[in-house]
């Protein structure tokens, strides 16, 4: 590994901004409005930057302050913000991510949130029985004073009644961390807001001590995957036959049906009462390589005890695998025929198609963890992954890298919190054929005239980035067919001779 | 908790035509929680200095600004494309708690010795107003060492809306105007203010304005050069379009250097036409006017048989406007006229009383004018109207085609050329293709309504 020139400024950014993962997040969980408290530039530049890869509306609410606000606190508007969001959309939960400029001026939120919900979630807190969706559950005050059954779990000593929406704030200021940090700091805060301690009498009066809603379920936190990715997992621990919560869950309401009426919110989501019982299942599993220590499931297992288990994005042949036995043995049924045939019709195609790929160098860059993934998928085509770049800096991601191509493949260039400048100037010399990633790397694949393979996100210059399947043996194939169509294209278009029978 | 579709303290910026006196609140902050379709005072300054082509433009702040902001624009350049990268100085959290500017003054030095720009314009964030590096400090530092202008622009999101952002632009680049040589203009000279070359829009312009013999100085900002700017000042007029944009600089050189402006826009052969005619009238040369004459009956006579042909199938056709600026909403009325539409909504941004005022008496009876409008009321409104065509930007796009409604885009980023006489066939075309389109057929809003 060689080093990069310390430059100090940034030239086209290989990341995003953290408030843009978290509101990501915040629309996987269902009747959900995200709501970004800073000023309005912030919503609007992210809404245009998400519509464009997903052809999808996203409202994402603003606090929109202005030049008092950031002088005297953004207090009043966000409560405003809160109370008008409630009025309009009616929603179950409203996400709120900080932005710069409220983190900067010190804004308290979550103190702001406690004011605004004692002011007008009357008899939220209450120490009377609450109708909720799981029945008849006795209820405590705050001081723990008067509760009828006194619950051990220091996290949640009330409960919310449901005409309120609840409010789950998250600290994503733009100067610390990526889009990626944002997204996993907002599904960290929604299972340690949300979440509600499975009592013990609840499961004895459903009459079964192995009551599958509870210690039966398997939570799934696969990242941030495509709308597609999201459908797959969901058949996939479907034919498994596992009960499972998938969080987040965008697959509808980033990638929706035509309507005839515009949804206030879009369908689709995480259920809130699946999320609340997530403390109760036997399992976490979480995805990614380069995860950061603090996590959803990370606090599900200090909370409650729920064992966690991760393990990387199931991309490509090994990484799959890994996955469907874990599958298979929580399940205790055996890996369902439609995957092992998926696995050996991908098998078969790659052989078909090795010598089209074998010995290809490909740059692979975008969010970490999918670096990680697709490193491991085209080194096992036999495609050699000479640079993997990241705007990230989680510090493991040359770990990772070295993880997946140990074997297999030379090891990599790999770079963390680079940009396309740094990336450019070191792929220069490196005699690259492909670049594997999100549509930003174009500018570079036509200046230096190789095929660019979009994956991820954005795609802004093609359609369907949300429809793209990476996870899987069938992800795996159709990345396969992908890549080694986008090389014979290649080959095809630069003959002089054109054949026309490759 | 039921949903309300219209929050009440919005209830004044928007307006029925026909049914009460016309009175519309406007250019207010938008009301918190309403997911408006508006920007901040960055995006604002962003697009008016973004198309010049030879200058560095570096974004002083974490980096979702520059980042949301990198090569999104169709605006085109004939050379240098500077533009078309992103920079910033991404600020970190030490950076916020110690202060930006010595990371400031070395991104500037090292991006400048890179590039070798002819200016640099260099953007305040919101965290930066809140921090409080002296920008104007660093700058004025780094401009003396590198002998180029390097322009602070005050542009901190939060105070404001895109409005003050044209005017933190306007305010950079009045410090260039007047510093250039202006020998060897002609007396028929002009600026072009406002247009922003999308698609290639300002050449097309320059070169109408070419054959009836004027001469183009500067190009603000569209294709825009920092040496043309600098020697603006020695044109004979400004002709602006874009309301709000560019209007602010127009009034500086005014003031400064006697120059007269005339307000214009580009969209619409009757729009398009004014503008030459109201250019050949203010040099008072009947050659010069005889000449644009000449070159509207030409330009017209070509499009109008295919234009005709997309105004026979288009007739009667409803659509629907909601832009950036009043002014183009104005030419957006009249070009959809020209092709036989009604339009039953209108609204903006960033509109002025006086353009609401404008808009009303433009329109026809209970046509909808809205103010700074979200989601959930321009989709009701797509609905109430049952609209054929929804003319807007990226956010509006997605809510037309969600409802299963055409879709026209005019915004900036926009790849087709809709201005001048060649601009209204093309946006005659893509009106007829996005309306006349059979997918409309499988979409829920018009298979419900064969059944009923």
Known sequence: MSNMPPYTSTTNACKLCKPLGASLAFRGIEGTVPFLHGSQGCATY???????????????????????????GGSANLKLGLNNVTKKYAPKLIGVATTCLTETIGDDV??????????????????????????????????????????????????????????IYVSTPSYSGTHMEGFHAALKAVVEQLTEPVLPDESLDSGNDADPLTRGTVNFMPGFVSAADLRYLKELLADFKIDFTLFPDYSESLDGEALND????????????????????????????????????????????????????????????????KLAQISKTGIPSRYKSARGRLVDAMVDGHKYLSGKRAVVYGEEDLVVGLTSFLAETGVQPVLCASGGKSGELARAIAGVLDGISPMAEVYENVDFYDIEERAESLNIDLLVGHSKGYTFARKIGVPLIRVGFPVHDRMGGQRILHLGYHGAQMLFDTITNTIIAKKQDDSPIGYSYM | MKAAAFLQDRKNQIHRKGKTPFTMECNKESLAGAVSQRACVFCGSRVVLYPIADALHLVHGPIGCAVYTWDIRGA?????????????????????????????????????????????????????????????????????????????????????????????????MSQLVGTGDTSGISRYSINILGDFNLAGEIWLIQDYLNRIGVEVVARITGDGRINDIKRAHGAALNVVQCSGATMELANMMKERFAIPSIRVSYFGIEDMAEALYEVARFFKDPLVM????????????????????????????????????????????????????????????????????ELQEITDEGTIIVDDSNPLELSSFLKEKDVDIFV????????AYKLGVAFCDHNHERKEMLAGFQGMLNFAKEVYNSVMSPVWRFVPRRREGEKS
């Open chain 1, 110 to 167: 979550k103190r702001i949130i406690s004011e605004y919900e004692a002011e007008f979630h009357k008899n939220t807190i209450s120490c009377v029985d609450v109708e909720s969706d799981e029945g008849k559950t006795p209820c405590i005050n705050e001081d723990l004073s008067i509760c009828e059954k006194p619950v051990s779990n220091k996290y949640k000593a009330h409960k919310y009644k449901d005409e309120h929406p609840r409010i």
């Open chain 2, 290 to 357: 005889e000449k644009a004459k000449l070159l509207v009956r030409e330009e017209i006579a070509r499009i109008m048989p295919e234009l005709n042909r997309y105004k026979a199938e288009l007739k009667g056709k409803k659509a629907a406007i909601y832009v950036g600026g009043a002014f183009k909403a104005f030419s957006l009325v009249k070009a959809f006229r020209l092709i036989g539409m009604n339009v039953v909504m209108v609204g903006s941004q960033t509109g002025t009383a006086e353009d609401y005022e």
């Open chain 1, 262 to 325: 515009y949804p206030l919110i879009p369908a689709g989501g995480t259920l809130i009462k699946d999320i609340k019982k997530m403390g109760g299942a036997k399992i976490t599993i979480e995805c990614g390589s380069t995860l950061p220590k603090e996590s959803a499931g990370r606090s599900l297992e200090k909370m409650y005890g729920t064992p966690l288990y991760r393990t990387a994005l199931p991309i490509g042949i090994r990484e799959t695998d890994r996955l469907m036995d």
């Open chain 1, 46 to 72: 992210m809404r245009r930057y998400i519509i464009s890869h997903f052809n999808e509306p996203i409202d994402i609410a603003s606090s929109s302050l202005g030049e008092k606000h950031a002088v005297y």
């Open chain 2, 392 to 399: 807007g930007g990226v956010k509006e796009r997605p809510i």
């Open chain 2, 76 to 172: 085109l350049s004939s050379g240098p494309e500077l533009h078309r990268l992103s920079f910033s100085t991404d600020l970190q959290e030490m950076d916020v708690i110690f202060g930006g500017e010595k990371k400031l003054y070395n991104a500037l030095v090292e991006l400048i010795d890179r590039h070798q720009p002819k200016a640099a314009f260099v953007y305040s964030t919101c965290i930066v107003g809140i921090i409080g590096d002296d920008m104007g400090a660093v700058c004025k530092r780094v401009g003396d060492e590198k002998g180029i202008p390097v322009l602070p622009v005050m542009s901190e999101g939060f105070k404001g809306n895109k409005r003050e952002g044209y005017q933190a632009a306007c305010n950079a």
